[in-house]
């Protein structure tokens, strides 16, 4: 167990707590939460606190923390919000390690000095804040409910951490409706000390836990997320719900967390890399837990649908290709397995349609061939109501079956579809735990979600890479820019920037004047492209700044006086440094590689396919710095143009290897240079294979203050 777990394991595991603001009241909060705790079997010491004294459920209650007379591994505040701040030092002079801190009135409603406030003096003596704004914390390892919820939470191996106080009382009640079984189940609200990286320590090593679920609605501190993310998803899957994907839920969550939603294409493209399942519902979320914390992950991949109707089998199979759950396509060795169970006017191949006439016997024949052949390694069990099939068998065939597939460790899924019987079996089969589903593509992604989690086990990340970087140079060019008073780079400027990363550029020179200008695209030769080189033209396209394929002298003069005149009407007031004249490149593809800090996870790499549309088609992707070459290769075949890097209609393959060395020598910058806020490397144009790259126009911005932001 780590340092950072073993710190936090009095959080899950007190040997004693303080309820502050225990009421007499069985209406109030207080009350409720010490009743939780006293009916739900905590067999550590209970401190009740309320100044009034006196005894509330039987136990006797202590006008202050000081009158305690013991260690207090933990205090839950529900007083107030007013009265919190008092709490909040009485029980750091009590030596509390923690306070949960259930009170509202902070960061949510815009009080976010006196949040500081309180988590900055429980900082500087030794106490840990968790919320405020929360419902609590169940813990089955302490046998502990410390919730103001129903009660009645199903001790179990799944862990729930929520951001969202509402929906995590709501979901005690449905995980003990689905009798899902919990071993902690914990709310961070604010999270304006302890947040999900902070939980998740614990729950790596946690041996109850078999699979966690996070809702989320912002992310803070992103870089030690992704970090204990990694570790945790190497041992046991993790499914994560986030709100806020559309625009406006976003800024709805923002308004109510406090916390910025973040770029919803950012954070799912980070999960991936991390090996996170990310479930679209809440109900889909559950149906993974269930799934992957009862069920073996399996030797391989390959699938077999068993189905008594040919369209539901269809539909399974369109499943199947959504999740990437891989059907066996050995149509011989299909024949062999399942010929002598299925009727002549059936079908062997995969989807194995048993017909409409299967009872009961056939379909437990045909699952026990599957069973036995290690060809198969997981089956996708489908039913619809007959008038051959008697419902009132299913039952028993559905959990006999799974029961001997659970013993075999080989996963199985099963959905049946019918009338007001077959669904009172599915919820009966439900409630013991058998991954039964009314809609197959409900069961297909559970399957889906498990094999995810296999390939992160057998294909686990590669250890980030860096390039060497000559820091210095980068920031005496950030100073230039800083001494007259930029934020962002000038073209001169970013060319200098990557010739010390070393991604190769045009030859380009800044002409200030039309004889500079001839001079220039003499040397470097024609055909020359020329740009607007000022501190107030960032897009110098749009102020007409960019002329290209100039041939000769007298084109070159042209576009000087063109460009001049262009820039001069539509920024009138631009500070025009001069003209770059640069080596007109080749065609080639046009891709684009960027980095930027992003609010919530700090520094981040971007890479897609470029040119002046990118903002139009957004076909990118994202990865957390630091990354590594391969982790780089897939960015690259996620974007819907990566087949053009491949090659195709006749072309030879782009210089992919260069692409790579460009994406991780700009996520080395942007995670080096603190200064450096964003960097854009559009288009950098691939050639063929051998041939290397080019980076024909770069845009780097400044942090508005010295320092620049963190790279959290």
């Known amino acids: 167990m780590s340092t950072k777990s073993t710190e936090i394991k009095s959080l899950f595991e007190p040997r004693s707590v303080a309820v502050i603001g225990a009421s007499h009241d069985p209406a109030k909060i207080g009350h409720t939460i010490l009743a939780n705790i006293i009916t739900s079997g905590y067999r550590g010491k209970i401190y009740p606190i309320n100044p ?90 302490a046998s502990m409910d410390m919730t103001f919820g129903p009660g009645g939470i199903l001790p179990g191996s799944v862990a729930i951490i929520t951001q969202s106080g509402a929906l995590g009382l709501a979901m005690i009640g449905k995980t003990a409706s689905e009798n899902i079984g919990i071993s902690t189940m914990i709310s961070v609200g604010n999270k304006a000390d302890i947040n999900e990286s902070d939980l998740l320590e614990y729950l790596i090593d946690d041996q109850h836990t078999h699979a966690i679920m996070m809702y989320i609605e ?166 619809c109501e007959t008038a051959m099939f008697d419902v009132t068998n299913l039952w028993e065939m559905v959990a006999q079956n799974h029961e001997r597939y659970q013993e075999a460790g080989k996963p199985i ?19 013991e735990k058998v991954p039964i589903f009314d809609d197959v593509y409900e069961a297909v992604s559970c399957l889906g979600g498990l094999y995810r989690h296999h390939d992160h086990l057998t294909n686990p990340p590669l250890a980030p890479e860096e390039v060497e970087l000559d820091v210095a140079a980068i920031e005496a060019i950030i100073r230039g820019a800083r001494a007259e008073g930029r934020t962002f780079l000038l073209a001169d400027e970013g060319h200098k920037l990557m010739e010390i990363v070393g991604i190769r550029l045009p030859q380009s020179l800044v002409a200030r004047s039309i004889e500079e200008a001839v001079a220039h ?74 980095a930027r800090r992003d609010p919530g996870f700090g520094p981040i790499v971007m890479f897609g396919h470029g040119g002046i549309y990118v903002e139009v088609m957004k076909d ?55 200064s450096i806020t964003d960097i854009e490397v559009n288009p950098l144009i691939a050639y063929e294979e051998g041939e290397g790259s080019k980076a024909v126009d770069v845009r780097v911005l400044l942090s508005t203050s010295e320092g620049g932001r963190s790279d959290a």
């Open 413 to 431: 899924v099963f959905s049946a579809f019918g009338g007001e019987r077959i669904d009172e079996q599915i919820r009966a089969l439900a409630k």
């Open 52 to 141: 009034k004294g006196g005894t509330i459920l039987d136990l006797p209650v202590y006008e202050s923390i000081g009158a305690i007379d013991g260690e207090l591994d933990v205090a839950c505040t529900c007083v107030p919000g007013k009265y919190v701040f008092g709490a909040v030092k009485e029980t750091a002079a009590a030596g509390t390690k923690f306070n949960l801190i259930i009170s509202s009135g902070f960061s949510e409603i815009g009080n976010i000095e006196e949040e500081r406030r309180i988590v900055a003096y429980a900082r500087e003596h030794g106490m840990r804040i968790l919320g405020p704004n929360i419902f609590g914390m169940f813990s089955a390892a």
């Open 218 to 383: 912002g992310v803070r501190e992103g870089g030690p997320l992704v970090d204990v993310l990694r570790r945790a998803t190497a041992k046991k899957p993790v499914i994560v719900i986030k709100s806020g994907r559309s625009k406006r839920g976003a800024a709805a969550a923002a308004s109510h967390t406090g916390s910025l939603a973040g770029s919803d294409e950012i954070f799912d493209a980070i999960m991936r890399q991390c090996g996170v399942l990310r479930a679209e519902s809440i109900k889909e979320g559950f149906n993974l837990c269930k799934f992957l914390a009862r069920t073996k992950v399996p030797d391989g991949k390959n699938t077999v649908i068993i189905t008594n109707g040919g369209g539901i089998g269809v539909l399974a199979t369109d499943a199947c290709e959504k999740y990437g759950v891989q059907l066996l396509d050995d149509t011989q060795r299909l024949h062999e397995i399942f010929s002598p169970v299925t009727p002549s006017f059936g079908s062997t191949k995969n989807p194995i349609d048993l017909t409409g006439g299967a009872v009961a016997k056939d379909y437990s024949t045909a699952l026990g061939a599957a069973l036995e052949n290690d060809a198969i390694q997981a089956v996708i069990a489908l039913y």
């Open 620 to 674: 990118v992707s994202f990865r957390a710095v630091p990354t590594n070459r391969a982790e780089a290769l897939t960015m690259m075949q996620e974007i819907r143009a990566y087949p053009l890097l491949q090659g195709v209609r006749g072309e030879d393959p782009k210089d992919t290897e260069s692409v790579i060395d460009a994406i991780l020598r700009v996520a080395t910058v942007i995670r080096k240079c603190k």
């Open 521 to 594: 695209a003499e040397r470097i030769g024609c055909p020359v492209a020329m740009k607007v080189v000022s501190r107030d033209i960032l897009h110098k396209s749009d102020a007409g700044g960019v002329a290209l394929d100039l041939d000769n002298r007298e084109e070159v003069v042209d576009a000087y006086q063109a460009i001049m005149r262009s820039c001069r009407e539509v920024v009138p007031h631009a500070n025009i440094t001069g003209i770059e004249v640069a080596e007109m490149v080749p065609p080639g593809l046009e891709l684009i590689v960027g």
